[in-house]
């Protein structure tokens, strides 16, 4: 069965790529990426037959919020031989 991942984007994320932004060009050799910089909280993966299940739960509960960056951290699996984030 295909797995899928899902997650939530903002609605507005003109603050959140700007951040990334000044976060590249403090770190031009470091941060290198092929994709354009896409805000988003991945929140799971699960089945892909079960994927409306999740999201309709999660929409009959959920509740609009804002929060303030007070701290980043750098998350990579370049060196990781399975592809997890360290």
């Known amino acids: 069965a295909k797995r899928c991942t899902y997650h939530l984007r903002p609605k507005e994320a003109t603050d959140l790529v700007a951040l990334q932004k000044?976060?590249?060009?403090?770190?031009?050799?470091?941060l290198k990426s092929?994709?354009?910089?896409?805000?988003?909280?991945?929140?799971?993966?699960?089945?892909?037959?079960?994927?409306?299940?999740?999201?309709?739960?999660?929409?009959a509960t959920w509740i609009p919020m804002e929060f303030v960056v007070d701290r980043v951290f750098?998350?990579?699996?370049e060196n990781h031989p399975e592809d997890h984030f360290v």
């Open 22 to 30: 000044s976060i590249e060009n403090q770190l031009p050799n470091t």
């Open 34 to 59: 092929d994709r354009p910089f896409q805000a988003h909280l991945t929140l799971g993966q699960c089945q892909e037959s079960m994927v409306t299940g999740h999201l309709n739960s999660m929409a």
């Open 74 to 77: 750098l998350i990579s699996r």
